[in-house]
């Protein structure tokens, strides 16, 4: 079954509110990578994640990898209605010689203007 | 570059057709998947490859079969298609992984498939 888990499943969000998704695993990961897919549209890759405790910005959205490398989060400060769509994270479990990347269930942002 | 392409955009299908799916990356990348997409359930990987001639199974691989004869195109084949496999498929690809740390994915624009 799914083993890395996203909350929540929907947000709806002022525009100009901030938006924070989670992302968990049940398993220690070795990267986590977020994605962005727009409506209709195909998952874009956003930023990687591979240091425990690791803090990396792009503009109003903050990534951080917890310190014990089984969660992560995504903050936007300051929505905009360009942020619209869903969020997904994917985490590359260790396990030796079988590495997987798995996507979590994703979160859906939807702004109201 | 096209990047990773996928045909066809929409396809409909009756329960028992069989259809490939067609990807193809001009990157060069040595890895390739498949996944579905499905409400509430993310993306779930169906097949991958790390290399031509070298498939193997994801998370949901019943019902679909992959090869690799080139590092260019990945098709993914329906055996014989049922309502379940109703779902928007994207085809990625990427540089290898090295130390267990995956790079970057691209998809393609993806195939809506319907199962009536």
């Known amino acids: 079954g799914q083993q890395v888990m996203q909350i929540p499943q929907y947000q709806h969000v002022q525009e100009g509110e901030d938006f924070t998704t989670y992302c968990n695993s049940s398993t220690t990961l070795s990267n986590i990578q977020w994605y962005k897919q727009r409506p209709g549209g195909h998952p874009v890759f956003l930023i990687q994640?591979?240091?425990?405790?690791e803090v990396k910005k792009q503009k109003r959205l903050t990534f951080q990898f917890g310190e014990a490398k089984k969660n992560s989060s995504l903050h936007i400060t300051a929505t905009q209605t360009t942020d619209v769509g869903t969020y997904f994270c994917?985490?590359?479990?260790?396990?030796?010689?079988?590495?997987?990347?798995?996507f979590g269930t994703g979160t859906r942002l939807t702004i109201i203007p | 570059n096209a990047g990773v392409t996928q045909t066809p955009k929409f396809q409909v299908l009756k329960t028992g057709q069989s259809m490939t799916l067609q990807c193809a990356q001009d990157m060069n990348h040595e890895y390739m998947s498949w996944y579905r997409q499905d409400p509430g359930m993310g993306l779930r990987l169906i097949h991958y490859?790390?290399?031509?001639?070298?498939?193997d199974q994801g998370e949901v691989p019943n019902g679909y079969n992959v090869s690799r004869s080139t590092t260019e195109d990945f098709p993914l084949r329906l055996l014989s298609a049922a309502p379940s496999q109703t779902s928007v498929y994207f085809c990625?690809?990427?540089?290898?992984?090295?130390?267990?740390?995956?790079?970057?994915?691209?998809f393609g624009p993806g195939t809506r498939l319907t199962v009536l």
């Open positions: 490859s790390v290399g031509a001639g070298i498939t």
């Open positions: 994640l591979v240091k425990s405790g």
């Open positions: 990625a690809s990427s540089d290898p992984w090295l130390a267990g740390v995956a790079d970057t994915q691209y």
């Open positions: 994917a985490g590359m479990r260790i396990n030796f010689g079988n590495e997987k990347l798995t």
